[in-house]
């Protein structure tokens, strides 16, 4: 079995055919998820309570996370897009629970857009309840006439 795949095995250059080069763009977004990472770092380990250190870290980070969900597109940037979503879930996590500051966002939105589904579940429980109260009033009004 050893010499079946030491003889299918061609050498160091096994991965060839998935090896994908890094150009410009892509080495600027890796670029762009670690000084987003690194803002954030700083942001989460400032000693300052309520500080106004603290809190400039907070709001750069949420707005460079903003900027950075414009240039992703799920379809051809899907790795990009999944890394933004790690960190919006480790961002709003870490501001459940942490500092107290008036003009950082508490919470960040997906970069895959809004739960399609949750929405339409919300809309049609709505309607349905609307179509329940109405019902109710016109047949109180109806009764007492």
Not at 29 to 37: A, T, V
Not at 50 to 67: F, P, Q, V, W
Not at 112 to 119: A, E, I, M
Request: glycine share 4%; hydrophobic share 35%.
């Amino acid at each position: 079995m050893i010499n079946v795949q030491s003889s299918e095995s061609h050498g160091i250059d096994v991965c060839n055919e998935h090896i994908e080069e890094i150009n410009d763009k892509i080495f600027e977004k890796f670029e762009n998820l670690d000084s987003l990472y690194d803002m954030f770092y700083k942001f989460t380990n400032t000693q300052e309570k309520m500080g106004d250190t603290k809190c400039d870290l907070g709001k750069s980070c949420s707005e460079k996370y903003i900027n950075l969900i414009k240039l992703c597109n799920p379809v051809s940037h899907i790795g990009f897009c999944k890394a933004l979503d790690k960190f919006k879930d480790t961002y709003n996590n870490h501001m459940n629970d942490g500092p107290e500051c008036v003009n950082v966002l508490r919470y960040l939105h997906s970069p895959f857009g809004t739960d399609k589904r949750r929405t339409f579940s919300i809309s049609l429980i709505t309607i349905f309840a609307m179509s329940i109260i109405m019902f109710t009033v016109y047949k109180v009004n109806a009764i007492s006439l």
